[in-house]
């Protein structure tokens, strides 16, 4: 089970069916609220089956979809061929290696529901920061540091454990030790935050 491999970061598998959709029904203005815009070279970090990819790639010029997970990225490369969209690249890694699996320069790097799980934060914003053009920005979106039994979605708590998640300042913390600038701490209701980072 890919979740049991070494590499993969705790507490991120995808969800059961159902509550997803019900969590996020509107991708693209979460997308917006952490300042996507049209004609940008976006990675999508930790994809999964591409419940974000497709929007970004619905509004970005390109898109790199990077997961470890090959069957969720068999997932995502199918939503995106469903609806003719042809801009996105589906890239099999950990994103430990992004710098490496995405060789050149990218304007925007979306990270959903994945960066509590990772175990050396300041390696991945390093990584993060070697992928980007000098300008581009760095987007994490983050369950709040609530306690899982108060995140309820379809009438159940979700979400990573209560233990696993970060506060903003802790994200902030972790992603401007490496010499990112912080723009932006946006709320994206019920249960999350944006934090946006800029490479000087
Ligand atoms: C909770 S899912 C979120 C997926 C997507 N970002 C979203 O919000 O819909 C987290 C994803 O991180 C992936 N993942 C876990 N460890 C990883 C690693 N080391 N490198 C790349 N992807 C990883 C998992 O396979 C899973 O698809």
């Known amino acids: 089970m890919i979740s ?18 019900a969590l996020w029904p509107d991708p693209a203005s979460v997308l917006s609220t952490v300042g996507l ?5 976006v990675v999508d970090l930790c994809c999964g089956d591409g419940w974000f990819t497709l929007p970004i790639a619905k509004i970005a010029s390109h898109v790199v979809a990077v997961d470890l997970d090959p069957a969720l ?22 994103a430990y290696e992004i710098a490496k699996l995405v060789p050149e320069p990218m304007n925007f790097i979306y990270m ?16 993060v920061y ?22 309820t979605v379809t009438g159940e708590p979700r979400g990573p454990s209560t233990e696993l998640r970060l506060s903003p300042e802790e994200t902030v913390d972790a992603v401007t030790s490496c010499g990112m600038m912080l723009v ?3 709320e994206i209701q019920p249960y999350h935050y944006g934090a946006v980072f800029k490479r000087p």
């Open 4 to 21: 049991e491999r070494p590499e993969f970061f705790t507490g991120t598998e995808m969800p059961t069916a159902g509550w997803w959709e």
């Open 37 to 41: 815009k049209p004609g940008l070279e």
């Open 73 to 94: 990225l068999e997932v995502a490369k199918n939503k995106l061929a469903a609806e003719g969209l042809t801009n996105c690249k589906f890239v099999i890694g950990d």
């Open 112 to 127: 959903a529901n994945a960066f509590h799980g990772v175990p050396d934060q300041p390696r991945l914003a390093r990584a």
């Open 130 to 151: 070697e992928t980007l053009a000098p300008g581009g920005l760095f987007a994490i979106v983050n369950w709040h540091q609530y306690p899982r039994e108060e995140t």
């Open 184 to 186: 932006d701490i946006v």
